[in-house]
């Protein structure tokens, strides 16, 4: 019986989660930029 092989580049094994999200405007000459700051645990 011949055994599977795994690659293991192709496995992910990370879990990630999204613990804050924050939209943060600079008001500039004419336009307002929009900007995200994020904290993520992997």
Request: net charge positive; no cysteine.
């Amino acid at each position: 019986m011949p055994v599977k092989r795994i690659d293991p580049a192709s496995v992910n094994l990370t879990v990630e989660k999204a613990v804050w999200i924050n939209r943060v405007a600079k008001v500039t000459k004419g336009a307002k930029r929009f900007n995200f700051a994020a904290l993520v645990v992997v």
